[in-house]
């Protein structure tokens, strides 16, 4: 068994720049989800390369707010599962999730590194700025 | 963690990772300041495609884009300055602070060739396991 995830600095972190300047500032950061440092193209790299057919799974890790699994399930039609730690994080995904995928993305809060998913699951996984 | 992404993948299945990582083959002087101004969680512990092939991954892309990586933290920086006074009000002195601090560390340790970003891509090999166990 691990011990419980050490991801209270990420807790924290959701919660920052959520005010009227914080909403300012991380439009004008950049990126289509502001905090990630994967770009537009990087993402659309990320689609082209995984080909993932219509319909086939993919899962999001240590997704936060669903940023890039949204994208590359959008640009192939792949079912998403987005999976991270802080509920704030998914909480604040949800509606931009939705509007894009509608019923093909399920968020989880879980822990990477004891997923509660059979073998051989997902035809494709994405893991962006989560190792440590 | 990339050991659950190989057991949950099926077999050829693709992984994509991206992560900031120090530079490969720092000597200590180096090593030492890249830990000092990269972040806390900069991944540390080995090259990032080496990783992967530890946790049974065949690589198949691994793509630089620390370029682009340094473009986004400019961008933060930039953007942080412009909405300063507002930010100081209403997220207050020591979050605006510190985010400044954290960028201009890891921006500092890109310039100086301490710290990259890199997509890497590999296959759920797992046929060979399925060899070694006898199934085949
Ligand atoms: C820097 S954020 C990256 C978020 C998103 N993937 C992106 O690229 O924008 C790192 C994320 O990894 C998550 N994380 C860290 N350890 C984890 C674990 N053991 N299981 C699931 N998620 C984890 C954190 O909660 C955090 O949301």
Same mark, same amino acid.
């Given at each position: 068994?691990?011990?419980?995830?050490?991801? #209270?600095?990420?807790?924290?972190?959701?919660?920052?720049?959520?005010?009227?300047?914080?909403?300012?500032?991380?439009?004008?950061?950049?990126?289509?989800?502001?905090?990630?440092?994967?770009? +537009?193209?990087?993402?659309?790299?990320?689609?082209?390369?995984?080909?993932?057919?219509?319909?086939?799974?993919? $899962?999001? %890790?240590?997704?936060?707010?669903?940023?890039?699994?949204?994208?590359?399930?959008?640009?192939?039609?792949?079912?998403?599962?987005?999976? &991270?730690?802080?509920?704030?994080?998914?909480?604040?995904?949800?509606?931009?999730?939705?509007?894009?995928?509608?019923? #093909?993305?399920?968020?989880?809060?879980?822990?990477?590194?004891?997923?509660?998913?059979?073998?051989?699951? /997902?035809?494709? +996984?994405?893991?962006?700025?989560?190792?440590? | 963690?990339?050991?659950?992404?190989?057991?949950?993948?099926?077999?050829?299945?693709?992984?994509?990772?991206?992560?900031?990582?120090?530079?490969?083959?720092?000597? &200590? %002087?180096? $090593?030492?300041?890249?830990?000092?101004?990269?972040?806390?969680?900069?991944?540390? *512990?080995?090259?990032?495609?080496?990783?992967?092939?530890? @946790?049974? /991954?065949?690589?198949?892309?691994?793509?630089?884009?620390?370029?682009?990586?340094?473009?986004?933290?400019?961008?933060?920086? &930039?953007?942080?300055?412009?909405?300063?006074?507002?930010?100081?009000?209403?997220?207050? &002195?020591?979050?605006?602070? *510190?985010?400044? *601090?954290?960028?201009?560390?890891?921006?500092?340790?890109?310039?100086?060739? $301490? %710290?990259?970003?890199?997509?890497? +891509?590999?296959?759920?090999?797992? @046929?060979?396991?399925?060899?070694?166990?006898?199934?085949?």
């Amino acid at each position: 068994m691990h011990p419980p995830a050490n991801t #209270r600095l990420f807790e924290e972190k959701y919660l920052r720049f959520q005010s009227e300047a914080g909403a300012r500032f991380r439009a004008a950061s950049g990126g289509s989800v502001p905090n990630g440092w994967t770009t +537009v193209e990087q993402a659309e790299w990320m689609a082209a390369t995984v080909g993932l057919a219509p319909g086939e799974r993919l $899962l999001d %890790l240590g997704a936060g707010r669903g940023w890039p699994g949204e994208l590359i399930a959008q640009h192939t039609g792949a079912q998403l599962l987005s999976v &991270d730690v802080p509920i704030e994080a998914l909480r604040q995904g949800r509606a931009r999730m939705r509007e894009a995928l509608g019923a #093909r993305v399920w968020q989880v809060c879980g822990d990477g590194r004891a997923l509660p998913i059979g073998d051989g699951h /997902f035809s494709a +996984v994405c893991h962006t700025d989560v190792l440590c | 963690m990339l050991r659950e992404c190989y057991r949950v993948l099926r077999p050829d299945g693709l992984l994509v990772v991206a992560a900031i990582e120090l530079t490969p083959n720092l000597k &200590d %002087l180096d $090593l030492h300041r890249a830990l000092e101004l990269g972040p806390a969680d900069v991944h540390a *512990e080995a090259a990032l495609g080496e990783m992967l092939q530890r @946790s049974g /991954f065949e690589l198949v892309i691994e793509r630089d884009v620390t370029r682009e990586f340094r473009v986004r933290i400019r961008q933060r920086l &930039d953007a942080l300055a412009r909405n300063e006074q507002a930010l100081r009000r209403e997220e207050g &002195d020591d979050v605006v602070h *510190e985010e400044r *601090e954290k960028r201009a560390r890891m921006l500092k340790a890109v310039n100086q060739g $301490l %710290l990259r970003r890199t997509i890497v +891509v590999g296959r759920a090999e797992k @046929s060979l396991m399925q060899t070694s166990d006898g199934v085949t």
